[in-house]
Structures are given as structure tokens and as C-alpha cells.
């Protein structure tokens, strides 16, 4: 009872995205209920034709008669365009603002959100979930009040015709309705089932589209073939078995009907000798009776639909409800005088979900223009640092300040506009150069964007490209080589003129030379800014003013190359195993 007066809830909630298209949610169920009130009609209709016009030979009269149905059918096909244009406008702009909203949220989720949702997950909530929904409200704004007003209008109509004969049809209905319903309420959970196994089909295709150069890489495509046709088979199974069931909705509904029918004509045949009932009557009941069944079908369908609508819902209610653990300040304080000064107090992380810390008691200061080097074996925590500093997770302890600043208490664009970030793993968007770069800043120019990619020793690679800066990069930057995506990404950063520059192993593609040559021209960039560079070469940072050597989690030694070459065991260990031991190799 509870978790449906919280799904009612969350549905609530969602019908606020509906508030700019009242208008077209009243006229459309109203339109569908005129053109059902013309159908009604028509029975009437043709029994007049036959009691009176066939009966009395009257041809004036049929054809006054068929002119009537006539315009009957053009008024009613009128109020079903009317009714559907109003049904799919209000049902596309819902979508349109739910499609809009959760995009919105999802851009505010922290880092902690993403993880734990799951990026496949919120992409099946954006597409699949909001075109189901999407469909539901057509559906419901279409048939919802049309069926069961066509079914009770039908057997009033019955009744007005002659209240006897029309016995049948209470006796026929809900047995119509048992049919219909049970076999409906049977297949409905099925038919999540049958959901829950389209969504592992598509997160396997998904994941082999997303990972199809590491499947061949390893020789997998044979293996994972085997897992796709796997599951897509209890996939088949289940919707030919929930088929087999709802095939039977048809036939049942049609012998029903048909038996219905016959009982009906062999009473109508009855009082029509009777005297009591015409010709014309017994036919419109029977066309009554006809009504009634596909009203009845297709409020079954309805409801189905509506059933996974509701289901598709409450999933993106649940991503709706998803709050970020990065609360902004009520107040955010502006920078403080410094600029480019970083400061970790006491530092401690623990991922949600983790059973250690990742981060543990982290304290040092980085000056305005300094280059702070970050070295430690893997899953050490060296990308971890580095993401606290703009806000992509909150410390469980401590405080990192920036300028002076904690950083929860700066307006979260405020102080990601003070960082460029260079992320481990280079992401480049599908259109050209120019416009991947000017993510960096938007109103940078031609001067600007050069200067960045000959900073990030990108320009020759970009100037030999036939296009220059309107060369196109394909998704994923597909069409470039790793190196000269890192460089690509590396400039894009530096267009910002950040106070804090990020490079968290973002230069692992590029050889020895270029490395060098790219942290010197950081180092020389006017207004030089305070730059964070995680790496595991111990060549890339031995120039550094700080090195931090991480191990478990815990800073084991933090100093100059020399000083930590003394110091620190750690850091020796690494340093030896790149540079004595390949000299060794090379004297060899």
C-alpha cells in the first residue's frame, strides 16, 4: 500500500511537466469523446435505413439517410484528427520537458551520483523510459475516457432499443471482461519481465558496441556472440510464451462475441415475430455488440501500455529524486586576494560504498605558479587528489581551499572557472577542432586557440590537417591517434586561462620529447598557472616544486626530487626502476 501511495506520488510529481499543455489535455479526450458520441450514432442510423427506407422502399429516404452517415463519418473523422493532434502535442511537449528536466538534473549530479547510477542507466532513462512514457500519455489522453464511455454508451443504447434483447449484452460483458482482463492482468507482469530482459539485450549491445575494439583486441567476439544470442533467446522465449497468452485474448473475445451474437439474432428473430422488435434493431444491437468488443480490446491494450508507461515513470522518478551530495551554498563567498592557491587541511575520502578510505589525512599548500608533481603506484589515490580540487567529490574530512576558499562554499561554476581539468582519460565531442577547443572558453579567438595548441605542441599536427581548425573529430575524437587526442584535450583546457591547471595523466600517450617539451612551455605561459601534474613517470615530475608520493591512500613523502630521492623509499623504488634499470639494459 505504501510503495503505490509513493508511486502515485512520484507520478504527481512528473504531471507538472503537462502544466503548459492543459489546454491540449482537456480538448483531446473531449474531441475523442464527440467522435465516439457520432459512432454511437450511427446504428440508429441504419436502422431507420432499414426499417423505414428498405421497408417502405423509400429511396429519397436511404439516400438522405446515407448522406446523414456520410457526414456522421467526416464530423467524427474531424474530432479523431482534432483529438489526436491535441493528444500528440501535449504528449510530445510532455516528453520534451521531461527529457529536458532530467538531462538538467543529471548535469547536476556529482561524480558519487554518476557512479552509482551508472552511465548506461541514465541513458536508457533518457531515451527509452521518456518515449514509453511518451507514448503512455497519447495513448491515455486518446482512449482512456473514449473505451469505457463507447463500451456503457453502447449498452445504453441497447437498452433504449429494446430493454429485453439487450439482456444478452449484460450477460455477455462481463464475461468479455473476465477474458479480456484476466488475460491482461496475467500478461502485465510478463510483461516487465519481457522489459527487464530487452534492457540486459541492450546493455550487452550497448557495451559491445561502446567496447568493440577491446572484444577484438582480445579475440572475444566468438564468446561474446555466444552471451549476446544467450540472452536475447530467454528474451525470445519469454515474448513468444507471453505471445502464446495474449494471442488468446482474440479468439476467446471472438467466440464470446460470436455466440453472443447468435443468442442475440435468435432473440431479435423471436420478438421480431413477435412483433415486438424490427429488422432494423436486431442489426443495430448487433452493431452495438461489435462496438462493445473492440472497445473492449482496446482498453486491455490500453492499460498494458499505460501499465509500462507507469513502470518507465517511476524508474525516471527515481533518477528525478536523486539529490546531489554537492549542496551549494546558500551564500558562496567570493575568491579570496591570492590566486592559484591550493590548499589541503587534513584531507580524508571515502567512496560511497567503500569499505576503506581512498584518501587519508592528505596535508600541503601549492603556491600561485607552482607545479605540484603526484606520483604513487596504482589505485594509490593520485586521481583522487586531484578531483577534490574542483568539487567532483566532497572530503569526508578535512577541508580543501582554493584561493583561500573551501571550496564547498564557492558557487560550483565559479570555481570550476578558475581550473582547467584534463581528465585520465582524453574525451573529445563529435564536430571540429575549433569547437572542442572553444568548450575552453566560448568568446576565445583565432589568436587564442593557435596559442593553446602550440602550448599544448598540438599546432603542427592540426596545421597539416586539410580542414586546419574546421577539421572534423569523429565521436570519441575516433579519427585521431591517442597522442593527439591528449593534445587536443591539454589545449582545450589551456584556452581557459585557468588560475589551476589539471593534468591527470593526460600525457601518457606522447613520447619523452614531447612531454618535456610540453611542460616547459606550461611552465613558460605568462601568468604561469598553478599546475597539478599526476603522472607515473617519475621523468615528468622530477622538475617539480613539490612532488607528493601517495601509497595506499597516504602521503608517504612529500618534497623535491632530490629530497625525495633521500627521504622517501617509495619514490626511490620508482625512480630506480625507470631510470637505473633501464641504464643497466642499455649497457647490457
Known amino acids: 500500500?505504501?510503495?503505490?501511495?509513493?508511486?502515485?506520488?512520484?507520478?504527481?510529481?512528473?504531471?507538472?511537466?503537462?502544466?503548459?499543455?492543459?489546454?491540449?489535455?482537456?480538448?483531446?479526450?473531449?474531441?475523442?469523446?464527440?467522435?465516439?458520441?457520432?459512432?454511437?450514432?450511427?446504428?440508429?442510423?441504419?436502422?431507420?435505413?432499414?426499417?423505414?427506407?428498405?421497408?417502405?422502399?423509400?429511396?429519397?429516404?436511404?439516400?438522405?439517410?446515407?448522406?446523414?452517415?456520410?457526414?456522421?463519418?467526416?464530423?467524427?473523422?474531424?474530432?479523431?484528427?482534432?483529438?489526436?493532434?491535441?493528444?500528440?502535442?501535449?504528449?510530445?511537449?510532455?516528453?520534451?520537458?521531461?527529457?529536458?528536466?532530467?538531462?538538467?538534473?543529471?548535469?547536476?549530479?556529482?561524480?558519487?551520483?554518476?557512479?552509482?547510477?551508472?552511465?548506461?542507466?541514465?541513458?536508457?532513462?533518457?531515451?527509452?523510459?521518456?518515449?514509453?512514457?511518451?507514448?503512455?500519455?497519447?495513448?491515455?489522453?486518446?482512449?482512456?475516457?473514449?473505451?469505457?464511455?463507447?463500451?456503457?454508451?453502447?449498452?445504453?443504447?441497447?437498452?433504449?432499443?429494446?430493454?429485453?434483447?439487450?439482456?444478452?449484452?449484460?450477460?455477455?460483458?462481463?464475461?468479455?471482461?473476465?477474458?479480456?482482463?484476466?488475460?491482461?492482468l496475467w500478461t502485465m507482469p510478463r510483461y516487465k519481465k519481457v522489459q527487464a530482459g530487452l534492457d540486459r539485450v541492450l546493455g550487452i549491445t550497448r557495451e559491445n558496441l561502446t567496447g568493440v575494439r577491446v572484444v577484438r583486441a582480445f579475440g572475444r567476439e566468438e564468446a561474446e556472440t555466444r552471451r549476446f544470442q544467450?540472452?536475447?533467446?530467454?528474451?525470445?522465449?519469454?515474448?513468444?510464451f507471453v505471445g502464446r497468452i495474449s494471442s488468446l485474448m482474440n479468439p476467446l473475445t471472438f467466440v464470446l462475441i460470436n455466440v453472443a451474437a447468435a443468442v442475440l439474432i435468435w432473440v431479435g428473430a423471436v420478438r421480431v415475430d413477435a412483433g415486438f422488435l424490427t429488422q432494423g434493431a436486431v442489426v443495430a444491437l448487433l452493431n452495438y455488440m461489435s462496438q462493445i468488443l473492440v472497445e473492449l480490446i482496446k482498453m486491455a491494450n490500453l492499460i498494458i501500455n499505460i501499465s509500462k508507461a507507469l513502470a518507465c515513470a517511476n524508474r525516471i522518478s527515481n533518477v528525478l529524486e536523486t539529490e546531489s551530495t554537492l549542496a551549494s551554498p546558500v551564500s558562496p563567498k567570493a575568491s579570496g586576494e591570492e590566486r592559484g592557491t591550493v590548499v589541503f587541511e587534513n584531507v580524508s575520502l571515502t567512496y560511497a560504498g567503500a569499505g576503506a578510505p581512498s584518501l587519508t589525512n592528505l596535508s600541503f599548500r601549492a603556491g600561485p605558479g607552482e607545479t605540484i608533481g603526484i606520483i604513487g603506484g596504482t589505485g594509490s589515490g593520485k586521481s583522487t587528489v586531484v578531483n577534490l580540487i574542483p568539487r567532483f567529490y566532497d572530503v569526508t574530512e578535512g577541508r580543501v581551499l582554493v584561493d583561500g576558499v573551501d571550496v564547498r562554499e564557492y558557487d560550483v561554476n565559479v570555481l570550476r572557472g578558475k581550473i582547467g581539468a584534463v581528465m585520465q582519460k582524453a574525451v573529445l565531442f563529435t564536430g571540429t577542432i575549433r569547437e572542442n577547443l572553444l568548450w575552453g572558453?566560448?568568446?576565445?579567438?583565432?589568436?587564442?586557440?593557435?596559442?593553446?595548441?602550440?602550448?599544448?605542441?598540438?599546432?603542427?599536427?592540426?596545421?597539416?590537417?586539410?580542414?586546419?581548425?574546421?577539421?572534423?573529430?569523429?565521436?570519441?575524437?575516433?579519427?585521431?591517434?591517442?597522442?593527439?587526442?591528449?593534445?587536443?584535450?591539454?589545449?582545450?583546457?589551456?584556452?581557459?586561462?585557468?588560475?589551476?591547471?589539471?593534468l591527470d595523466d593526460s600525457a601518457s600517450a606522447l613520447d619523452f620529447a614531447t612531454d618535456a617539451k610540453l611542460r616547459k612551455a606550461i611552465r613558460e605561459m605568462p601568468g604561469a598557472p598553478t599546475v597539478f601534474l599526476v603522472s607515473q613517470r617519475a621523468s615528468s615530475l622530477q622538475y617539480a616544486d613539490q612532488i607528493i608520493v601517495l601509497d595506499d591512500g597516504e602521503a608517504v613523502g612529500i618534497g623535491t626530487h632530490s629530497e625525495l630521492l633521500e627521504s622517501c623509499e617509495v619514490y626511490r623504488e620508482i625512480y630506480e626502476s625507470q631510470f637505473q634499470k633501464a641504464g643497466k639494459e642499455a649497457a647490457v
Open 441 to 502: 572558453r566560448e568568446d576565445a579567438g583565432e589568436e587564442e586557440l593557435w596559442q593553446a595548441l602550440e602550448t599544448a605542441q598540438a599546432r603542427e599536427f592540426v596545421e597539416q590537417k586539410p580542414g586546419k581548425l574546421e577539421e572534423a573529430v569523429s565521436q570519441g575524437g575516433k579519427n585521431l591517434s591517442g597522442g593527439q587526442k591528449q593534445r587536443l584535450t591539454i589545449a582545450r583546457a589551456l584556452v581557459r586561462r585557468p588560475e589551476i591547471l589539471i
Open 230 to 240: 544467450e540472452s536475447n533467446r530467454e528474451l525470445t522465449n519469454l515474448q513468444v
Open 1 to 184: 500500500m505504501q510503495r503505490t501511495e509513493k508511486e502515485g506520488t512520484r507520478l504527481k510529481k512528473l504531471l507538472v511537466y503537462m502544466k503548459e499543455y492543459k489546454k491540449e489535455s482537456i480538448l483531446g479526450p473531449l474531441f475523442k469523446l464527440l467522435e465516439a458520441t457520432f459512432e454511437l450514432l450511427v446504428p440508429l442510423v441504419m436502422a431507420s435505413v432499414i426499417d423505414v427506407g428498405i421497408h417502405n422502399r423509400d429511396q429519397n429516404y436511404i439516400i438522405r439517410m446515407c448522406l446523414l452517415l456520410v457526414g456522421l463519418g467526416v464530423v467524427g473523422l474531424i474530432c479523431s484528427i482534432t483529438a489526436q493532434y491535441f493528444a500528440a502535442k501535449a504528449s510530445v511537449g510532455f516528453a520534451a520537458n521531461l527529457r529536458r528536466a532530467l538531462f538538467s538534473h543529471i548535469q547536476s549530479l556529482s561524480f558519487t551520483e554518476m557512479d552509482r547510477v551508472g552511465g548506461a542507466t541514465l541513458i536508457t532513462r533518457m531515451t527509452s523510459d521518456v518515449n514509453q512514457v511518451q507514448n503512455g500519455v497519447n495513448l491515455t489522453l486518446r482512449l482512456l475516457l473514449r473505451s469505457p464511455f463507447v463500451v456503457f454508451g453502447a449498452m445504453v443504447m441497447a437498452f433504449t432499443v429494446d430493454w429485453k434483447a439487450a439482456l444478452v449484452f449484460a450477460a455477455v460483458i462481463p464475461l468479455l471482461a473476465a477474458v479480456v482482463f484476466g488475460i491482461m
